[in-house]
């Protein structure tokens, strides 16, 4: 009988092996895959058991931060400042998951990035409880609370940059949020909470400074086809060009006419400054056609069109149609048809018009830092194209700042500041009242802020509203609360 | 060149055994001292008078071995040491999450089991003095062995959980006979198949080069298989009913030497579980939790496999720390999950170590049956060991997904009192039969052998 006995435990030997196996392959090859699980409620357990870093201002005053909590949740998620950044730092919430910062650097606030190995080991070697690290963020207080007065009960989105390193100062989209009611360890609470917001027309979820909800730019791209009738040298800032009232355009019955129904100078001719300066669509239109198609994408592709940034929000990209005839042309050279934008992108514009041409990486967190505020990564401000030569930004500069003295950019003049700027009234087509827009910058010879603002629906104007009335002020805020005189 | 012969005297292992038991019993200790620190930051209450009640029941179970088994196997008693502590640390462990406190926990019930089964095999190996005595016994082991296999099936006594009826319940008892029925049905098997095994072996036809055996010799196997089904149908547990029958196919083919046996039961036990799973939806859903444990039909039939799963991913190489894990989420920690329960506080490497420690306990009993010298003592440790190989299989592949999940107690480690009960009884019969195998041979003359006996040689087969 010892035979059959030698040969059954080979068997038992395969079983066991097979066991051996087994249990590799779930501890250990798909261990990563199961704890990522998103139903996996000893990961959840684990995420609420380490203190979370904080999300702060640059003063080091807290936007984001982890309480003690009693409970099977060691620690409760708070937004000190209720909703006015809830789009920057998104929420984190045990029945939803993670938005906004809270998801994108989710990694570096729980603790786990690979980044942060040396900081894990260190903890582990003093014996410190670990903890996640906090981010310091680019955003000016200041500037992010008036951008959210201006805006008020409208809906709409301001984004504010630093032209010269890229740090967003301002991001704004309204309706806001207060995080505070996702986070809550009460999921009954937090489920209402979710459902109301998603039951809400208005989206207050969505992000409207980067993404989500693309618009179309209406005036404000006629910046973007100056510079790039400029840069090719279709024309100079004084080159008569044809304005009439209304501009007939080929293959189409359908004219291009002007916001006031009438020529944009004497002779239905007028120059590129002055074009801008009311912002005349027919010269605008006749500019398009006569730069081209392709040079129109390239310019705008320089100023950041088509980029799936991460700042690091994942940033939805700007575009320009790749298939365009004639009047599509016209029409997307005053910014209209599908050009579609983010109000990130149109700070962008002006941002690098700003910076003598240099288009900077936009960002949001200036640095990484540890629970005792030890650095553990310094942003460096990175180029990310040169959208205009210098002369040609420097020639814009003159005719947006021109545009803010005497042009339809009054609203936003701040006194004993050269401010550049330029209004956008975005037709939607679909029987709504328009988008009002404004892109701004100053102080026009040594920039510190760059700002667009849009208002959606016309706001509280309604069929009246037009960019620099109702977007100009809002701007103009904006700026003053950055601007250290 | 002169060849010498040299004397090996034989060496009982026993100050090995108590060195090792010792081991076992510090490992133990430690894990629980380990438990409580996490979990209270205190050393456990009654940590001397357990400690020195667990070393006064083994090392008496020990003393036993040297008195009336000395050449027992040395490892077979620290292995289940090991294991049984390691399941009571755990089931203590999870007492303290669920807020249960030393004395009504599940733990201090787990640990009187312990208690009793040690004294129980002790029991059976101070009076059972000769295997060979269970020969006796053939027919009532059988009637015992197939009345406690279908016991639950009764109206009144046998329960339902979760889907299989292989519980009875007795006022606040509950009992699982099958493990029971496991030890009567394998003294059944090894005794009547060694009184069989040369018609079974010998007589056929050869066909396709295997010698199949005669219509009418197909009787055993086909009652085997009918009451594996019976179990399958009627008790709604795969475990069981493979474990019933890969043990009897097992023995057959140990028996006979024939290779036809086993792929007659394999054929036999396929077709029979082919059936089961067209005609009965519970064995479909075992089936559906198996391949996919996390689609969406799956969790609302039952998140326990995926959360088992998930828990063991948590542990990942090291675990997380005795105490550090979160064991609870999974359903069943401490009985069927028992295994995952490990697996996320001790890590790969430690169920690396409890699989090993099995395996040893097996690969004992399976060397037990290469030394012992009676057919029938062959065929009982051969079926003793292969039975808990198989169990552990059976069970701890149900969790890692090898099977279909059954309702199958990790040997030593589940909480459950029969279960233990049975186990430790094994151990005992094992211990019993391992001491007739290393024992020498008594020459005529009286004088002992002088035979190696570490290995001791094949005994051909015949008694």
């Known amino acids: ?485 | 060149m002169i060849t010498t012969v040299e004397t090996i005297t034989p060496r009982t292992r026993r100050n090995v055994e108590l060195v090792l038991c010792l081991f076992a019993m510090a490992i133990v200790l430690g894990a629980w001292v380990n438990v409580d620190l996490a979990l209270k930051g205190v050393l456990p209450a009654g940590l001397a008078t357990v400690a020195i009640g667990l070393l006064v029941l083994v090392v008496g179970f020990h003393l036993v071995l040297r008195w009336r088994a000395s050449f027992a196997d040395p490892l077979l008693l620290p292995v289940a040491t090991l294991l049984n502590g390691m399941g009571l640390v755990m089931i203590h462990r999870l007492d303290l999450a669920g807020g249960r406190d030393s004395l009504s926990g599940n733990a201090f019930r787990q640990l009187q089991w312990t208690g009793l089964s040690l004294v129980v095999a002790a029991a059976v190996l101070w009076l059972l003095r000769d295997h060979r005595l269970l020969q006796r016994y053939t027919y009532t082991a059988m009637a015992a062995g197939l009345a406690l296999l279908l016991l639950p099936l009764l109206p009144g006594l046998g329960k339902e959980v979760y889907g299989s009826r292989i519980w009875i319940g007795l006022g606040n008892y509950s009992f699982q006979p099958g493990e029971i029925a496991k030890i009567a049905l394998t003294v059944f098997f090894a005794a009547y198949l060694v009184q069989t095994r040369d018609v079974l072996s010998l007589a056929g036809r050869k066909f396709v080069g295997l010698t199949l055996p005669r219509v009418r010799d197909l009787g055993p196997i086909i009652a085997a298989w009918l009451v594996s089904l019976a179990v399958l149908v009627f008790e709604r547990d795969l475990g069981s009913s493979l474990l019933f029958f890969g043990l009897f196919v097992a023995m057959l083919y140990v028996a006979t030497e024939r290779i036809s046996w086993i792929a007659i039961g394999l054929s036999l036990f396929a077709a029979g579980t082919y059936v089961a799973y067209l005609l009965f939806p519970h064995v479909q859903r075992r089936v559906m939790l198996w391949l996919d444990p996390f689609s969406k039909e799956s969790i609302e039939q039952s998140d326990q496999l995926a959360k088992g799963l998930m828990g063991m991913a948590s542990g990942g190489l090291f675990g997380t720390g005795l105490g550090q894990g979160r064991p609870w989420i999974t359903s069943f920690p401490d009985s069927d999950f028992i295994f995952p329960s490990l697996g996320e506080e001790i890590g790969l490497f430690g169920v690396f170590a409890l699989l090993v420690l099995y395996g040893l306990f097996v690969e004992r009993g399976l060397r037990t049956a290469l030394g012992v010298r009676d057919g029938f003592g062959k065929l009982l440790a051969i079926g003793l060991s292969f039975s808990v190989a198989l169990q552990v299989f059976v069970v701890i592949g149900g969790v890692t997904r090898i099977i279909p999940l059954t309702g199958l107690t990790t040997p030593f480690m589940s909480l459950g009192g029969s279960a233990l009960l049975a186990n430790w009884t094994i151990v005992a019969l094992l211990l019993r039969i391992s001491d007739q195998a290393r024992r020498p041979v008594p020459e005529p003359d009286g004088i002992p052998a002088r035979l190696p006996l570490r290995d001791p040689a094949p005994a051909g087969g015949m008694p």
Not at chain 1, 19 to 29: D, R
Not at chain 1, 262 to 267: H, Q
């Open chain 1, 1 to 485: 009988m010892n035979l059959p006995i030698i040969r059954l435990s080979r068997v038992v030997t395969a079983l066991f092996a097979a066991l051996l196996i087994a249990t590799t392959v779930i501890q250990f090859a798909q261990a990563p895959s199961l704890r990522a699980r998103p139903d996996n409620r000893r990961t959840l357990l684990d995420n609420y058991s380490r203190a979370r870093g904080a999300i702060l201002l640059p003063g080091d005053q807290a936007i984001a931060s982890s309480k003690a909590s009693a409970g099977e949740l060691a620690y409760l998620r708070s937004y000190p400042q209720g909703p006015l950044y809830s789009h920057v730092t998104g929420y984190y919430s045990f029945v939803y998951g993670a938005a906004g910062l809270e998801a994108a650097s989710d990694d570096l606030l729980s603790g786990s990035s690979d980044a942060l190995f040396y900081k894990r080991v260190s903890d582990l070697l003093s014996g410190k409880q670990a903890t996640g690290a906090s981010l310091q963020l680019t955003l000016n207080p200041k500037a992010q609370a008036a951008a959210s007065k201006g805006l008020g009960n409208q809906r709409g989105a301001v984004v504010a940059i630093n032209p010269k390193t890229g740090a967003i100062l301002a991001m704004v989209s309204h309706p806001e949020y207060d995080p505070n009611a996702l986070a809550t360890h009460d999921s009954n609470d937090a489920v209402a909470a979710m459902n109301a917001l998603n039951a809400d027309p208005t989206r207050p979820l969505v992000n409207r400074a980067i993404a989500g909800h693309l618009y179309p730019p209406g005036s404000v791209f006629k910046i973007v086809t100056a510079a790039a009738a400029l840069s090719n040298q279709t024309v100079t800032e004084a080159t008569q060009i044809p304005a009439p009232a209304r501009m007939d355009l080929p293959q189409t019955s359908v004219p291009l006419p002007n916001y006031d129904k009438a020529p944009c100078g004497p002779g239905e001719q007028t120059t590129l400054q002055h074009a801008l300066e009311i912002s005349c669509n027919t010269a605008f239109g006749w500019l398009g056609l006569k730069v081209g198609a392709d040079p129109l994408r390239a310019q705008a592709a320089k100023f950041g069109f088509g980029e799936s940034l991460r700042v690091p929000l994942r940033v939805t990209p700007s575009s320009v149609p790749a298939e365009l005839n004639p009047p599509q042309l016209a029409q997307s050279a005053i910014g209209q048809y599908e050009v579609r934008v983010t109000p990130l992108q149109v700070a962008m514009v002006s941002a690098a018009i700003a910076n003598r041409g240099v288009l900077m990486t936009p960002y949001l967190v200036e640095r990484v830092v540890g629970a005792n505020l030890d650095i553990l990564d310094q942003h460096t401000p990175q180029q990310l194209s040169q959208a205009v030569s210098p002369e040609v930004a420097a020639t814009l500069t003159r005719m947006l700042v021109s545009t803010v003295d005497t042009g339809t950019g009054k609203p936003a003049r701040i006194s004993g500041v050269a401010v550049a700027g330029k209004t956008g009234t975005a037709e939607q087509g679909n029987g709504l009242p328009p988008h009002a827009w404004f892109t701004a910058f100053a102080p026009a010879d040594d920039p510190q802020v760059a700002v667009a603002v849009v208002v959606e629906d016309g706001g509280n104007m309604g069929e009246e509203a037009a960019g620099g009335r109702l977007a100009g002020p809002i701007a103009k805020a904006v700026m003053e609360a950055v601007i250290t005189r």
